[in-house]
């Protein structure tokens, strides 16, 4: 079969939407792939990935980058914002093909190396999610506990603390901002324009659920608002969250600490019930 070629769409190639913020970075490429958004933002040399999504997905965001006119090899890092499936599920599938270097978390790398969600405690936020079948939901979208394993090397990122200086060497004008709560791993990643990637660190979907845009599952509830105020203090001005839509700062801060660490329920049983929903 011919090789496909990306070289003639190269000079159509338009961001699709301008990511919403201050100044003037403020372009970059942004989809979403079933339950999670996906955003490639320049690089020197091509692109940083943020989000290696569900590996089920993994084709679809193959098309989705051949109707960019955008090769995969151009993907040169992929920022991972934690380990979860939805998250990190076509992580290895996109290195093979784009030899792309990883940026995570050194907490994420022993999940990742196993391919395998950890659960670490925590609870869920309400009751309505419990009885809202939101698991179930998510099951249907295709999230899973098990994804392939990526084995991290001497080339990819492990990230231990905030960091100011990895992503400008990289050609992205931003810092990574280590924001804990959803899980021990979270990461994101703040342009200067204060665009603000945070992964599960916030969350936009079906507010019925009364989440006032917390992840309705929560490992330490306090980290989470701590996160938050990080976020802010450091200059996010509108928060781009794995799933839904971006979120202006001010929202954020008319629901800081709404819930307490206190408020989680089925905390003493929720690694057993993941593990039976979700393998
Ligand atoms: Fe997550």
Request: charged share 25%.
């Amino acid at each position: 079969m011919a090789e496909k070629s990306y070289a003639h769409k190269r000079s159509e190639k338009q961001p699709d939407i301008c990511l919403q913020g201050k100044g003037n970075m403020g372009t970059g490429i942004s989809f979403n792939l079933g339950l999670t958004n996906q955003h490639l933002l320049p690089c020197a040399g091509g692109y940083l990935l943020v989000e290696g999504g569900s590996k089920k997905k993994f084709p679809q965001f193959l098309r989705e980058l051949e109707s960019k006119g955008i090769d995969p090899g151009e993907i040169r890092y992929l920022f991972i914002t934690h380990h979860h499936e939805d998250h990190a599920g076509f992580a290895a599938l996109l290195r093979e093909i784009s030899g792309c270097r990883i940026i995570v978390h050194k907490e994420a790398v022993k999940p990742l190396e196993e391919g395998k969600c950890a659960v670490t405690g925590g609870g869920i936020i309400n009751w309505r999610v419990v009885f809202s079948g939101f698991g179930f939901y998510v099951l249907s979208k295709g999230v899973r506990m098990f994804f392939s394993p990526v084995k991290l090397g001497d080339a990819d990122f492990i990230i231990e603390k905030d960091d100011n200086e990895l992503l400008r060497s990289l050609g992205v004008p931003g810092k990574i901002l280590c924001t804990p709560g959803h899980s021990p791993d979270s990461i994101s990643l703040l342009l200067d324009e204060g665009s603000c990637f945070c992964g599960d660190a916030a969350f936009n979907l079906m507010h019925w659920l009364g989440h006032r845009y917390c992840m309705p599952l929560v490992s330490d509830m306090e980290s989470s608002y701590r996160s938050w105020r990080k976020m802010i203090r450091e200059g996010a001005s509108t928060i781009y969250p794995s799933h839904g839509n971006p979120i202006p700062r001010e929202k954020l801060e008319q629901n800081m600490d709404y819930f307490k660490q206190e408020d989680l329920v089925l905390t003493k049983v929720l690694p057993k019930l993941v593990d039976i929903f979700f393998s």
